[in-house]
Structure formats: C-alpha cells, structure tokens
C-alpha cells in the first residue's frame, strides 16, 4: 500500500520562496508518476506540476511555470516542490499524487496525500 506524506507548508511573504516535500512508503518512487495539485478554499484542486515515472517528462501549470520547481531523490523516495516569487494567489493546501500510469494534468491519481498548507501573506 502506498503512503504519501507531504511536509513542509509554512507562511511566507509574497515573493518569498518555499519548498514542500512529499515522502513515498510502501513502494519505490520510480515505479509512479507523481504531481503536486493545490486546493485554495472554496475552489476546485488544481494541477500544479507533475513528472513521469522515469522523470524524463515534466509538465507544469500555466500559472507556475519559471517560479516552481518539481523535482525528486529517489534514494530517499521523496518527491520536491520548490516554490519561488510566491504571490497570494499561490496560497492553499497542495497535495501530492502517484499514479501507476503515465503522467497526467487531471485528478486521475492512484495515491494522495493529506495535503500541506502553503500561506502567502501581501
């Protein structure tokens, strides 16, 4: 069975600069694709980034691209999300996924995460 536990959310001023990270138990990284979404109160969860199983393909959101940053050690089975220039738009919980399959932009993941909260303060 697959465990995903994110840590690392915080407060952070706008244009400020976080990193959350997403530990993976139960199986090996490399065996999943694996995307962060996001989810601000009262709006849907949105795509944020995500790299395939061999991480050779990543894709990223529109509203993310050139500040965020995926990445992953899979020695330590732990997937990253570098957070740059952090606006107030960016604050909400993000949340980790794996999926088995290959990598999409959609809520379509196997495994999530409990989600960690991301404050951005103007």
């Known amino acids: 069975q697959v465990q995903l536990v994110e840590s690392g959310g915080g407060l952070v001023q706008a244009g400020g600069s976080l990193s959350v990270s997403c530990a993976l138990s139960?199986?090996?990284?490399?065996?999943?694709?694996m995307a962060w979404f996001r989810q601000a109160p009262g709006k849907e969860r949105e795509f944020v980034a995500a790299?395939?199983?061999?991480?050779?393909?990543?894709h990223y959101a529109d509203s993310v691209k050139g500040r965020f940053t995926i990445s992953r050690d899979n020695a330590k089975n732990t997937v990253y999300l570098q957070m740059t220039s952090l606006k107030p738009e960016d604050a909400a919980i993000y949340y980790c996924?794996?999926?088995?399959?290959?990598?999409?932009?959609?809520?379509?993941?196997?495994?999530w995460g409990q989600g960690t909260q991301v404050t951005v303060s103007s």
């Open positions: 996924a794996a999926r088995s399959g290959i990598v999409v932009r959609t809520t379509d993941y196997d495994y």
């Open positions: 139960g199986r090996t990284l490399s065996g999943y694709a």
């Open positions: 790299f395939s199983r061999s991480g050779g393909i990543t």
